[in-house]
């Protein structure tokens, strides 16, 4: 009795140990395709190169449905097909312009609209400037300060988060919601502080949410180095208030027709379950939409295409979803959310990537407690020779987070690599192919492949 009590958790824990070995294995494999035969990297370069910018209902946006789709039916998934979804179609207009007016002298600043934003009239708009730090402060001046007044939001980015998505999520409501709070108070537009660290002469575009009942005023952003020289002028107390004018011609034109474009690996064992892996196919209109998401989508396609170059048969059908109008809508993360629940499927996991292509940290889990420390004790020492074993709790991403709400028991994971450099660049002009590293961005691509090989392992049961 004592021997057998002696030997079973030795077979256990030798079981244990093999099973390691063999996943040890496999990663090892994903990994070495991934850095040597990869295609991330191509594939990114012809989608920023020859469609380029791709805001939802724009001509680009088309393009990168028809050639996503094209890639993937290339690659010989099992199935590759589009998921309809009405959109919004915003258009920037003619390129914005803007200028600080104190004491006869004119300063040109470079501004660019918030999406969904309305237009200024037709020759611009003119007014005194007030600073403000917060909605709070701007409730607290009221209309007797504000009315009549451009309304300059000015709270930079706090620099004591190490996650910059932090210091990104406490400065966002002033882009988000500033605009329609202002024109509660009667102001005549609205200029944010661009949201990043950096200081320099990209503006950071992002979308506005206007109060369908309230008035809709003019709203852009402005460059952290034009936003710290207006604030200086206010500041100075001039005998002549500091006036700025802006003039920009954007529209919101109707909804149209796009698509999420979706690919699959069919699973050999249990088809009916699905491991979703995806980023957002649609980027702002002012670059090529490169770390924002042109990696992440790239690298939920390479996820099926390394399964394939490696022959291995997932259990589960694995599912790369590239959503469309993640930037200004979520329109495409909502309607596959809608179908899931229409269709009944059943969703173990969804893994998304929609923090640029740095270099990879680890992964976020939303999932209930004890699964996640399941799951952190078992997988973290595989994912340590490959520096990406930050498994943390909580996580998820703003395409897969509507499957939460219609899909019981889900496992929602984001993606999370380093996250200094991404708020330099998004959103802006700069978010250019030549931006991202080849290697950072395959690597990225073999943990997810990684994470989802040991999912499609497991079935999340331990």
Request: charged letters at 25%; proline letters at 8%.
């Given at each position: 009795m004592k021997l057998?009590?002696?030997?079973?958790p030795l077979l256990f824990i030798t079981q244990l140990a093999m099973g390691q070995s063999v996943d040890s294995l496999q990663i090892r494999k994903i990994y070495d395709e991934a850095l040597v035969n990869g295609h991330t990297y191509r594939n990114l370069e012809y989608l920023c190169k020859q469609i380029g910018p791709r805001l939802s209902g724009s001509v680009g946006a088309q393009k990168a449905v028809d050639w996503t789709k094209k890639l993937m039916e290339e690659y010989g998934f099992d199935r590759v097909y589009l998921q309809e979804v009405m959109v919004p179609h915003?258009?920037?207009?003619?390129k914005e312009e803007a200028k600080i007016l104190v004491d006869n002298k004119s300063i040109n600043v470079p501004i660019a609209a918030l999406g969904g934003s309305v237009a200024t009239p037709k020759k611009g708009l003119k007014?005194?400037?007030?600073?403000?730090?917060?909605?709070?402060?701007l409730k607290s001046l009221g209309e007797a300060q504000i009315k009549g007044k451009i309304v300059f939001f000015n709270r930079a980015f706090d620099p004591k988060p190490i996650e910059t998505g932090v210091s990104y999520g406490m400065a966002g409501d002033q882009r988000r919601a500033g605009p329609s709070e202002a024109a509660k108070y009667g102001a005549v537009g609205v200029i944010v502080r661009s949201l990043t660290h950096s200081i320099d002469d990209y503006p950071h575009t992002g979308s506005t949410t206007y109060d369908e009942k309230g008035v809709k005023i003019p709203a852009a952003a402005i460059s952290t180095k034009a936003a710290n020289e207006l604030s200086r002028l206010l500041k100075l107390k001039s005998a002549n208030p500091v006036q700025f004018y802006f003039k920009q011609?954007?529209?919101?034109?109707?909804?149209a027709l796009s698509y999420n474009v979706i690919g699959e690996i069919k699973g050999s064992e249990l088809p009916e379950q699905i491991i979703t892996v995806g980023g957002h196919l649609d980027s702002w209109d002012l670059a090529e939409g490169a770390h924002d998401d042109g990696t992440g989508v790239m690298q939920s396609v390479e996820v099926l295409r390394i399964f394939k170059a490696i022959n291995y048969r997932p259990k589960n059908t694995i599912r790369a979803?590239?959503?469309?109008n993640e930037e200004n809508g979520l329109r495409g993360g909502q309607k596959y959310a809608e179908l899931a629940k229409i269709n009944q499927e059943k969703h173990l996991?969804?893994?998304?990537?929609d923090a640029g292509g740095f270099t990879p940290r680890g992964f976020g889990f939303d999932a209930p407690e004890n699964l996640y420390k399941q799951l952190k004790g078992n997988w973290q020492k595989l994912f340590e020779p490959y520096d990406a074993d930050r498994l943390s709790f909580g996580g998820g991403g703003a395409d897969i987070?509507?499957?939460?709400?219609?899909?019981?028991g889900v496992v929602l994971i984001g993606y999370r690599p380093d996250s200094q450099r991404y708020f330099d660049i998004h959103h802006t002009p700069n978010d250019v192919f030549e931006n991202v590293n080849k290697r950072e961005l395959e690597l990225g691509a073999a943990a997810m492949a990684s994470l989802v090989y040991l999912i499609d392992q497991t079935?999340?049961?331990f």
């Open positions: 057998i009590k002696i030997i079973l915003w258009v920037r207009g003619e007014a005194p400037v007030i600073e403000v730090q917060s909605l709070n402060e011609n954007c529209e919101t034109l109707p909804d979803v590239l959503f469309m996991a969804a893994l998304e990537s987070g509507p499957l939460k709400r219609t899909v019981p079935g999340l049961k």
